[in-house]
């Protein structure tokens, strides 16, 4: 359902370690209402998370990325993820070399889908958007991974809204 979107440990992840913690104990100003700001002000993070997401799931799918098995059967996920992972190089027809350009993060390749996340992102209400916020920093609080049975993996024909 549409209740449960942007609540996947994914996108929680990306949301506490790109946004949320960059933003921990910011200034009050009153004349900005930066205490709404922080609780539900985070459509354009969600857009940009998703997008993330779905890029980073992307280069894994077709196999440009290669996720390894760790060293140590201790080590989890978040060590595994963050390996030695770097932007493949394509050959640029227009340049005559090889590029990371065709890969890489950037509004030309990666601007429409941000805008779709974020235009999903927008449809949520005020509390939606303040419960997806409240179940990210949850995890920062208690200094865990986000709940997996707190979030949702329900699915939608609208590959943009339930992320």
Known sequence: ????????????????GSHLNATKGFVQVSALDTSSLAKHGVVGALGLCGAALMRG??????????????????????KLAT???????????????????????????WGTPMRKF????????????????ELALASLTIGQEPDPNAL????SDDEFALI
């Open 83 to 109: 390996r030695d992972i770097r932007t493949p190089v394509r050959f640029n027809m227009a340049s005559g070399k090889d590029s990371k350009t065709a890969c890489a993060f950037s509004d030309q390749n």
């Open 152 to 155: 949702s993996n329900a699915g």
């Open 1 to 16: 359902s549409p209740e449960k979107a942007f609540r996947s440990v994914f996108v929680q992840q990306l949301l506490l």
């Open 118 to 133: 974020t235009s999903a992102a927008q449809r949520r209400s005020i509390t939606q958007l303040q419960d997806i916020v």
């Open 57 to 78: 799931l992307n280069l894994i799918k077709s196999g440009d990325i290669e996720l390894k098995a760790p060293a140590n059967p201790k080590d989890g996920i978040a």
